[in-house]
């Protein structure tokens, strides 16, 4: 559903994802990578031997990280 989507997003995007998420794959990161084509900047963190609830396991991280961007 979200495929016509993408080329809409022009905004900066931070993409984070744990490689052994079984709820959403991981190959969806290097789709999503390629779908962003009008995104001012597409950025990726990987968490190795993570799963779907990283939100709660790496927290710290992803708050650190979403404190940098601008307002």
């Known amino acids: 559903k979200l495929k016509d989507d ?3 997003v022009t905004c900066p995007v931070h993409l984070f994802h744990g490689d052994s998420d ?5 190959a969806n990161v290097r789709y999503a990578r390629q779908m962003l084509t009008h995104a001012a900047g597409v950025e990726t963190t990987v968490f190795p031997g993570e799963n779907h609830f990283i939100v709660w396991t790496k927290f710290a991280a992803i708050k650190a990280a979403l404190l940098t961007l601008d307002n």
Do not use: N, Y
């Open 22 to 26: 079984k709820l959403v794959p991981f």
């Open 6 to 8: 993408f080329p809409k």
